[in-house]
């Protein structure tokens, strides 16, 4: 049981939960942003002479936040404004576009004095304004009418309407949903999924489950796991039986209803999105069952990675021997990958290794070619996922990519961020895997400084395939 724990939220050297976590210091930036530009519409908004006031909402307000994976995806950040009177008092009340038209004029006029600012969105959004800022992240300001007195909410939209919409109510249902022994497992369960959207959506955007879709599916079957939860359970484990339930609970009925207001369905996928929302969830159940049947963990990490891609990490190793489960032979040899390091125009070959590359700049050219071609089975998927680390790519939220195919024997690649890296190449028959070997690329900012690398022994790890079913 939990036989990719440490990989998930454990001692290993990456884990699925540190890729996806954003950091001490990322969260501190986002808060001191929102704190000030809330600070900002309090004071200016109170001139029209209502009160006003913030509340944080969505991922960050969770505590389910997660970091861009993509280069160019930004951190979304969600800050409710309101204002407040009671319709009985007033003669006449704003309407909903005034409100949106009054945040929005205070959005640009802040852009002015907030060199941090890169671009207020023109027009705004139906349900919010959003203010982008340079470092990676945005902030939306949806804006809503508060009566304190019967403590109700209504979204002003753009378009002129009031939306019943109460994120206060529904954050409560979420906090109260689960006992606070298990809320932690809950928010890392949560920022799984919400890290298997962000990738497996990529060419299916209109596919992709809202945040607020996964949490409450999470939370929902998470809390039906009553006798799991009581005795402990592994992050891993609890997600194969998340995973399960929302893989039958979806294939039966599509609507997820709002748990505090039941008229509200929270599933927004449309009809023509819908097959391919259900053939990812589908793939990513798939991996749930292969990494339960996995015998260790680095099956278990393989089968889970045919869903996460580059986000789930791999074990620590440099390569991997896939045996047959009866005899212990090894089902293929390991290939041997040499790598050319070109300049960033590719005119001159500066070096070349094997099966690592032990310091390089950044802005380079590298070329990863299989040598050993004939232990490559035909009709083998040849897989190459590039998983970056460190604070540079973190920074940029470029966690990785992948890309592969039948004779895929070679991948051009680029060096880019400062840290250690990993090349992994799997391959991979009639979707099972049988055998892998990671590449470790070590980019540095000054080539020249690092010492002479030395002779070292590679790794190797045995996995046992999985039982067939
Ligand atoms: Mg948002």
């Not at 959506?201 to 929902?220: M, N």
Request: proline share 4%; hydrophobic share 40%.
């Amino acid at each position: 049981m939990g036989k990719a724990a440490r990989l998930f939220n454990g001692t290993a050297e990456q884990t699925l939960y540190g890729r996806v976590t954003p950091t001490a210091e990322q969260r501190e930036v986002l808060q001191t942003q929102w704190n000030a530009l809330a600070d900002h519409l309090k004071e200016q908004l109170a001139a029209w002479g209502y009160p006003i006031s913030t509340w944080l909402q969505g991922s960050y307000k969770y505590g389910t936040l997660i970091k861009p994976v993509h280069k160019g995806e930004e951190y979304d950040v969600d800050v409710g404004v309101y204002f407040e009177w009671n319709p009985g008092d007033v003669d006449i009340s704003p309407t909903p576009a005034q409100l949106r038209h009054w945040v929005q004029r205070e959005l640009v006029e802040y852009r002015q004095s907030n060199p941090d600012v890169e671009r207020v969105e023109e027009p705004p959004k139906e349900r919010c304004s959003r203010v982008t800022y340079q470092r990676q992240f945005h902030i939306d300001t949806p804006t809503y009418h508060l009566n304190r007195g019967t403590d109700e909410r209504r979204l002003a939209c753009l378009s002129g309407k009031w939306e019943n919409s109460d994120p206060k109510a529904l954050y409560k249902w979420f906090k109260n949903a689960i006992g606070s022994d298990n809320r932690e497992q809950l928010r890392r369960l949560v920022r799984y999924l919400k890290g298997w959207a962000a990738v497996a959506f990529e060419e299916a955007p209109a596919s992709r489950p809202s945040s607020i879709l996964l949490t409450v599916l999470t939370t929902e079957a998470f809390s039906e796991m009553w006798g799991a939860r009581l005795l402990g359970i592994a992050d891993d484990d609890a997600l194969v039986a998340v995973i399960e339930s929302m893989y039958v609970r979806m294939h039966k009925d599509r609507r997820v209803r709002n748990p505090v207001d039941r008229d509200e369905d929270l599933n927004r996928i449309s009809d023509e999105a819908w097959d391919a929302f259900l053939t990812r969830l589908t793939v990513l159940r798939d991996a749930a069952q292969m990494s339960s049947d996995a015998e260790d963990e680095a099956g278990a990490a393989l089968a889970w990675a045919g869903a996460f891609s580059f986000l789930m990490p791999l074990p620590e190793t440099d390569e991997l021997e896939v045996v047959e489960h009866l005899s212990g032979r090894a089902l293929m040899q390991i290939p041997e990958i040499q790598v050319q390091v070109f300049d960033s125009e590719r005119k001159s070959l500066l070096a070349t290794h094997m099966n690592e590359v032990p310091a390089v700049g950044r802005n380079q050219a590298l070329t990863f070619t299989i040598v050993n071609r004939q232990v490559i089975p035909d009709f083998a998927a040849i897989e190459w996922t590039v998983r970056n680390d460190g604070t540079e790519a973190d920074y940029l939220g470029d966690l990785g990519h992948a890309s592969g195919g039948i004779g895929m024997f070679s991948v051009d690649e680029r060096t880019a961020y400062v840290g250690k890296h990993y090349m992994d190449c799997i391959i991979r028959c009639n979707g099972s895997v049988f055998s892998a070997r990671r590449i470790p690329v070590f980019i540095s900012a000054d080539v020249r400084a690092l010492a002479k690398p030395v002779q070292r022994n590679w790794t190797r790890l045995r996995t046992r395939r999985g039982r067939r079913r």
